[in-house]
């Protein structure tokens, strides 16, 4: 195996396979001057980069053929580049304009199928479980306890589950705040994966139940059912009764052949490290072309993670009013940064930084790989459910758990998750874990679903995308498990922006 990697011919910096020692002397093929000899001038941690052309201070310092920052000094040939003489170029808001490139995928006419559930409103879902969503974080040992009991009861029931999403929020909110939990929970009502939903409420809180229906929008009564626990005497009975029925309901569902253009599939990123733009970011990317190839839909998201890449996403938006969408997205979401006096660009985590990553434009453009070559056909807000198939972006924070949620709320039955680090969660929807090494893939064999570290070991893209590609299709049709599925792991967080009372 090489020990260094140069993924474009303008790059002035190599990502080291392997940790190399000072003095080293190493062998490199670059894509435009063929074999150099360098010395190694510092120890250089594996993902890591080492520069192989000189950079003066002040200079662009290029990586996938494009700025990920500017020298703080001098920095020769074979010096390790990193935090300490690489800073971020980025600063403020900026204006853009549209540059359209050209559009370099065609939907094909694909005769392949899952195996998934058509729902009464002829959406597709891959799972048949019951959800229990409460309106306020009050009662959430209540639907835990519920849940559980539920699962007791109806464990040899015709249904992969009963699953309830602790959260904290739905009282004691005002304004944006108040509407995003409502949008939250209430697209995640909505979602097909949950044959049936008993919404759980209070009675006391701001999210009251009355006010959420209307949030939530038309829905089947058999569907989604609703219980206040300050009504009743005894909530727990009422509500495994009223669980009981959603159970015989969801019965009434059998899996059927249903084309790809039905699955949606998010695309989230955590625990980067120097190998996620390498590996497991352009192989997720290449898979979400060919969902979008064959008329499915893939969900990005991460905003502050598209600053410094913003203008690749940009370009590929399909009309010019898209465009707009997506820079409103991207400064909508600066401003926010503005209002509460913090620095636009604090970013990459310490753990990014640990794992060879050095600044925002570094992280963003292996992030925003994810989205492959696909047009962007759509942006949508925070909490909203997307109608339009092919790339769509939706307006979430980069943080896990949050983005994972709206990610779900959006419609994604999958969640495609790259990690050079690590990390156990799971969202509403089954989380695939991709590994970006096999280092961590063999480590942690009950996190990881996949590991994208073979690219780097001699596996070819197309061979490894259509694999993947199958992988998606197995777990769609309930023929496989994602860990989290297997540990319990389910999680929800809403974002939130402004005071409790």
């Not at 996938?64 to 800073?87: C, D, M, P, R």
């Not at 898979?287 to 893939?298: A, Q, R």
């Not at 156990?424 to 929807?429: S, T, Y």
Request: charged letters at 25%.
């Amino acid at each position: 195996m090489n020990k260094f990697v140069q993924l474009h011919a303008d790059d002035d910096v190599v990502i080291s396979l392997e940790g190399i020692r000072k003095g080293q002397d190493l062998e490199i093929q670059a894509r435009d001057k063929g074999i150099m000899q360098i010395k190694a001038l510092d120890d250089i941690p594996k993902g890591h980069k080492m520069l192989v052309r000189p950079v003066h201070a002040g200079a662009d310092i290029i990586k996938f053929g494009y700025s990920i920052g500017k020298a703080k000094e001098h920095i020769a040939v074979g010096e390790w580049v990193h935090t300490h003489n690489l800073q971020s170029g980025l600063e403020g808001i900026l204006d853009y304009s549209y540059q359209p490139s050209s559009p370099l995928l065609k939907t094909v006419n694909s005769s392949q199928t899952f195996q998934g559930y058509i729902r009464e409103n002829g959406e597709a879902g891959i799972r048949n479980e019951i959800w229990i969503i409460n309106t306020v974080g009050c009662i959430n040992k209540t639907c835990e306890v519920l849940a559980r009991m539920g699962n007791e009861q109806f464990k040899e029931r015709q249904i992969d589950g009963i699953h309830h999403f602790s959260h904290p929020y739905g009282c004691s909110q005002l304004g944006d705040d108040l509407s995003h939990t409502q949008k939250l929970l209430a697209a995640l009502a909505q979602h097909p994966n949950a044959a049936g939903v008993l919404i759980v409420g209070l009675g006391c809180e701001n999210n009251q139940i009355e006010a959420f229906k209307e949030v939530i929008g038309d829905f089947s009564p058999n569907r989604i059912k609703f219980l206040k626990a300050q009504e009743v005497n005894d909530e727990l009975e009422v509500g495994l009764r009223l669980i009981g029925e959603l159970v015989e309901y969801a019965k009434g569902f059998d899996r059927v052949p249903i084309p790809i253009s039905k699955l949606k599939i998010g695309l989230k990123c955590g625990g980067s490290d120097g190998f996620s733009g390498i590996t497991a970011n352009p192989l997720v990317g290449a898979v979400s072309d060919l969902i979008v190839e064959n008329g499915g839909t893939t969900i990005l998201t991460e905003v502050p993670e598209m600053f410094g890449a913003e203008t690749i996403l940009m370009n590929r938006a399909k009309d010019e009013e898209t465009f707009q969408k997506i820079v409103n997205l991207v400064n909508d979401f600066k401003q926010y940064f503005m209002r509460h006096d913090q620095e636009i660009y604090e970013n990459p985590s310490p753990g990014n930084k640990e794992g060879g990553i050095s600044t925002l434009e570094e992280k963003s453009l292996g992030c925003t790989q994810k989205g492959g070559h696909a047009s962007v056909v759509d942006v949508s807000g925070y909490g909203e459910r997307i109608v339009k198939p092919g790339l769509n972006l939706i307006n979430s924070p980069g943080n896990d758990l949050v983005s994972v949620t709206a990610l779900a709320a959006a419609g994604a039955h999958i969640v495609l998750f790259t990690t050079g680090r690590g990390t156990p969660f799971g969202g509403p929807v089954p989380t695939v874990k991709i590994a970006t090494n096999t280092e961590l893939a063999n480590r942690k064999k009950h996190w990881i679903d996949y590991n994208a570290g073979q690219l780097i070991e001699g596996q070819r893209m197309d061979e490894l995308k259509e694999d993947l590609f199958q992988f998606i299709l197995g777990l769609s049709s309930g023929t496989r498990e994602t860990n989290n599925e297997k540990s319990g792991y389910r999680e929800i967080s809403i974002f939130k922006e402004g005071v409790i009372l």
